[in-house]
């Protein structure tokens, strides 16, 4: 490849992702992506007194190519055979590449691994791409909690909450 082509494809290659368990290093990083993901942001202490509890696991995923920044991340936690999403998010960067999925499947893996029956969680009732991606993965709705989200100007919106049998 000629230089020209070898700058070119620098910046233009699409970035391939690993996803690595989340440690504590990551927990800037984390309060970045969610920030930019969510309406109320949660700082670095948050995710780093989330993190100190041994309930709570999550996976990072990172650009293998040299590209900084995060991908996406979940945090769960599991206690007494029973689990639960806590946040999961994408960078706006990265959307529909399979990032989320694969995060929701590292998540189930150890989830499953951690000996639970069944993971939950909830979701805004208009948030089609985190739904459609429960969905996918087998979540069926399980009760239904209105005016549970704050949807700007005073208005309020439905959570469902969405349960996986793991066994
Ligand atoms: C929900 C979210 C994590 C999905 O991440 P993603 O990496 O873009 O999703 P994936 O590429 O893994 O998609 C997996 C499936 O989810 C569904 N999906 C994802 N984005 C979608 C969209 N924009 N519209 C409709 N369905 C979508 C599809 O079923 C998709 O499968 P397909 O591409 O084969 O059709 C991401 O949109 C996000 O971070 N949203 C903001 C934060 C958030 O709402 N988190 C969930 C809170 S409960």
Redesign the pocket.
């Known amino acids: 490849m000629n230089p020209v082509s070898l700058l070119e494809s620098f910046f233009t290659r699409k970035a391939e992702f690993d996803i690595f368990p989340a440690g504590f290093d990551d927990c800037h990083d984390l309060s970045l992506l969610h920030a930019e993901?969510?309406y109320q942001g949660w700082g670095d202490g948050e995710f780093h007194s989330l993190m100190s509890q041994s309930t709570v696991f999550g996976y990072t995923a990172r650009p293998n190519n040299g590209i900084s920044g995060l991908?996406?991340f979940?945090l769960a936690r599991e206690a007494a055979g029973e689990a639960e999403?806590l946040?999961?998010?994408?960078?706006?960067k990265?959307?529909?590449?399979?990032?989320?999925?694969?995060?929701?499947l590292a998540a189930l893996r150890e989830t499953r691994d951690r000996g639970a029956e069944s993971m939950f969680?909830?979701?805004?009732d208009g948030?089609?791409?985190?739904?459609?991606?429960?969905?996918?993965l087998g979540f069926r709705k399980v009760a239904e909690r209105k005016g549970y989200y704050a949807a700007g100007e005073g208005q309020k919106s439905t959570a469902l909450v969405m349960r996986l049998d793991l066994r």
């Open positions: 993901r969510f991908g996406g979940v999403i946040t999961v998010a994408v960078s706006n990265y959307p529909r590449q399979g990032l989320g999925w694969r995060l929701m969680l909830e979701v805004d948030n089609v791409a985190a739904l459609n991606l429960y969905r996918k």
